[in-house]
Every structure is written in structure tokens, then in C-alpha cells.
């Protein structure tokens, strides 16, 4: 099959691209799509080698649950998500975006030991946009801050918090110009990292945690003009970011189902193993399936070319045929708070059974 022939649905579709199961182990990390994305090495000079035939099967445990705290609470969680789509879209410059901005940062602060925001600009277009990363720390049981332990034994959880500008794949020119509510694509994985955020502090992690909610993921419309956060924080990593960790993406829809995305069984395969495995111990198999899926370029690909052992969850596979992304579709009925308690229960899992 020829490389055109890879990308999901019509050709070269504006977002997150994929790259077919079999065919990834000739494709480099570098992500061709549509000929869009300089191949090779990135900012910092670290080339990151091509997935190659990953397997995947993972092995489960009987080991009692690490986490013995307050339950993840799924009514919560979708709370905080309608709360990000009720802001409005979560564009760069716009009002609804700073506002949204700031809510995150006011919930995030009582909650960490630490939050700050990681400011850039990038000019897109012929205008400045003006960004932030979030960034929230908790040291961990003992209260060790990150700096005084080594950054391998914290973990980082990320997602991104923005909204795509344009619903590219609507009926209608006069709709695809429309910001995208981003229920499922953007709020979902905030939604489970801030009520992770508050399981933490009921319950101090063993080891030290940093979540990071990236900010101009979505914006677009090229490849080359996306993943802007998790570009950035790459290209500027703290002397102790934690070397593993899991991205979050599109984990909302109601019928959740995450395969093993390719890259994340290539360059980090032992966290793949544990986050499945920890799955199929809390009966969570069907939304975490034991098979391979697509490579898909995400905020963790960044991640993985600076050497960290990143994985994605993603459910890449919303509505009909795929139909609902980057659509005004995206809106929180099509999402459920059984999926995100589904993820939000592996996540918590997987961070209270690290130091183990």
C-alpha cells in the first residue's frame, strides 16, 4: 500500500494523523503526512527510531490494588468537562480561551504543590498567538520535591486543554469555519487529570507527579501547526521531568475503546505493558484492548524524540465512521462518565503502584 493510501478517512485530514498497523515499521518517527513534516531529527538534534512490529500482548497480575484512597468520581469528572465546553472555544487570543485558562490554573492551585504557567508565542498566519502550558507538581509521598529525587522515579500525565479553531469536517463552508465545542477532543483527558489532581492531594502519590495540560495542540489547519505546547515543553524539558508517563486524548466518547497506539509499544513499551495490564485487573479489557492500533502523531510524539517513555490513550475511532471529529458534533452527549472513570481508574492505579 502506498504511503497516500495511510491516512484516516479522505486524504491528508487537518489533526491528529495515523499511520496503518504493519505498514509503521518502514514510516520514521519524523511522521510523514502529506509531505508536511520535516523527516528526521527536531529542535533538540534527537531523532526518535520508527515503530517495528510491535506485539500486543501484556500479561496481568492478581496484585491487590496500590491505590487504597477515595474513589475517582466519574459525576465529577463530567462536571469539569461540561464546565470547559460551557467556556466557549478554547482558541488562542480569544477570551474564552484565557478564561478557560484561568479557571484550570484557580482549580489546579489548591490542589498541587506547585502550578505554573509555561507562557510562548508562536506566530501562525500573519498574527501572534499567545499560549500557555500548564504545569502542576505534587513531591510525592514524604514530601521530596522532584529535584531532590530522580526525575525516572516521578511520572508525568499530560493532556491538551484547546479547542480546534475550524470544524474541518462539517457539510458546509460556512460551518467548518466554526470553532469546535471539543467535549471529547481536548476537555475528556482534562476532565480525568483534574480529578486525579484531587485524589492526589486527599492522598499523597509515592512518587512525585507532574500533570501538564498543553495548550495550541488543535490549532492548525497544517500538521506544522500543531502540537505547539508539547513542542515547546520538549524543547525546554526541566532538568527533572519525569522520564514516564501517559498522554490523554479523546478518552471521553461513550462507546471507549483504546487500542495500544504504535509508537507508544515501540518507544515505551514497559509503561504500555503496565497501564494494560492494570486495565485487565480492574475489568476495564473491553475499553483497553490487547491489540495493536494505529501510530498516531500526538503531543507525545515530542516526547518520545527528547527520549521519555510517553504513551498515548486515545480512542481514535468517534462517532459513525469516525464522523464526529473536528465537527460540531463534539459535545458532551457524545461523551459518558463510565468512560472516563474507566480511564481515570487506570491512570490513579498506575501512578499509586509506581515505587512498588
Known sequence: MPPEALEKTSRCRPGKHLLGTGLAAVLSLSLMSCGSV???????????DPPSSPQAKTTATDAPRAYQGPAFDADRAFKQLEKQVAFGPRVPNLPSHRACRDYLVDILKPLADKVELQKFDRRVGGKTLAMSNIIATWPGEGGKSQGEKPGKEGVLLCAHWDTRPTADYEATAEKRKTPIAGANDGASGVAVLLEAARLFKRTPPPVPVTIVLFDGEDFGPGIENMFLGSKHFAANLPADVPQRGILLDMVGDKELRIPQEQYSLTRARDVVAQVYGIAGRLGYRQQFPEEVGQAIEDDHVPLLRR??????????????????????????????????????????????????
Open 38 to 48: 520535516p523527516s528526521g531529527r527536531n529542535a533538540s538534534g534527537v531523532t526518535a
Open 307 to 356: 527520549g521519555l517513555q510517553v504513551i498515548d490513550l486515545i480512542d481514535f475511532d468517534y462517532g459513525p465512521g469516525h464522523s464526529w471529529w473536528h465537527t460540531l458534533q463534539d459535545t458532551p452527549d457524545k461523551c459518558s462518565p463510565a468512560s472516563l472513570k474507566a480511564v481515570g481508574d487506570v491512570v490513579v492505579e498506575w501512578v499509586y503502584s509506581q515505587g512498588k
